[in-house]
């Protein structure tokens, strides 16, 4: 009875070890093709922009270039769940620009506010990692604040590493969401896809996947100074490289965000400004 009972068990470790393995081929080919389409449909929309950048279609080629980086955020996120590396290439660059970055891939991006942060520049080889991680946290920050709620990124410098910290107003996660989001982040409740649910969510099981293959963490706590959840990119310094490495961002990131915007954005505070000390417990 013993021999059955472990032969049955084998078999079924090795029936759910085949049927995720056929989930991870047929996300990563749905997510790659669509990967593929919205790259094409910005290089077109590139084109077009600039062609028409003194003109009143400038604005709408813009709208909908943006509307393919959200587009590239969720499918690269199937991508990376799937198994695959993120496709995208960066020189070193600094977080300033990869704030940006990040908030060109997600919808209302004017409610958040950040300071200058050049004199941090991250290595090339994390760059996307750390972009795409950082859009998750700040479209998650959006979505559970309220509407006319300000996002607030600020930096932290360690002695050890640097914090990029996320900031919000809104329903602060309880104990037990707590608990969930930190086992995602240690792995207990990311690496089987075919359990996502019928309502997926991927946004932190992705920016766990990223930290821990490109060597940086994504922390949560709560409360916060707003009452509402603070997130953390903790990038170590082996990944930040000397301000004079610094190179021009990708022409796209600048599209992205409207000047006004931009300029909306951007606060008049210090880089060296310290980030809001969490609330107590």
């Known amino acids: 009875a013993e021999q059955v009972r472990q032969d049955t068990a084998r078999q079924i470790a ?5 049927s995720v393995g056929v989930a991870r081929a047929a996300v990563r080919g749905f997510a790659n093709n669509v990967v593929a389409r919205s ?23 813009v709208e909908i270039d943006h509307l393919a980086q959200q587009m590239l955020l969720t499918a690269s996120g199937y991508s990376v769940l799937a198994g695959d590396k993120l496709s995208r290439r960066w020189p070193a660059t600094s ?21 200058e942060m050049g004199s941090v520049v991250v290595e090339g080889r994390a760059v996307e990692a750390v972009v795409h991680a950082l859009a998750v946290l700040l479209d998650n920050a959006l979505r559970y604040s ?15 590493a640097c914090f ?12 037990e969401r707590l608990l969930w989001a930190s086992d995602v982040m240690s792995g207990e409740q990311r690496d089987d896809i075919t359990r996502l649910g019928a309502h997926p969510q991927t946004g932190l099981r992705v920016a766990s996947l990223l930290a821990e293959n490109y060597g940086f963490r994504v922390e949560l706590t709560a409360p916060n100074i707003y009452q509402g959840t603070r997130a953390m990119v903790v990038l170590p310094k082996n990944l930040v490289v000397d301000p004079s490495a610094a190179q021009p961002v990708p022409s796209a990131v600048n599209r992205a965000l409207p000047l006004k ?8 505070v210090p880089e060296d400004a310290a980030a809001p000390a969490p609330a107590a417990t």
Do not use: N
């Open 14 to 18: 090795q029936v759910r070890h085949e």
């Open 39 to 61: 790259a094409k449909l910005g290089r077109a929309v590139s084109q077009g922009v600039r062609r028409h950048i003194s003109d009143e279609a400038y604005a709408t080629l």
């Open 95 to 115: 977080l300033t620009d990869i704030v940006r970055a990040a908030m060109g891939r997600i919808e209302g991006y004017e409610r958040i506010k950040h300071p």
């Open 146 to 160: 309220p509407p006319a709620a300000s996002v607030h990124v600020s930096l932290e410098q360690g002695h050890h």
């Open 164 to 175: 990029l910290i996320v900031d919000d107003a809104g329903l602060r996660m309880d104990d």
């Open 261 to 268: 915007a931009a300029a909306q954005a951007a606060q008049a």
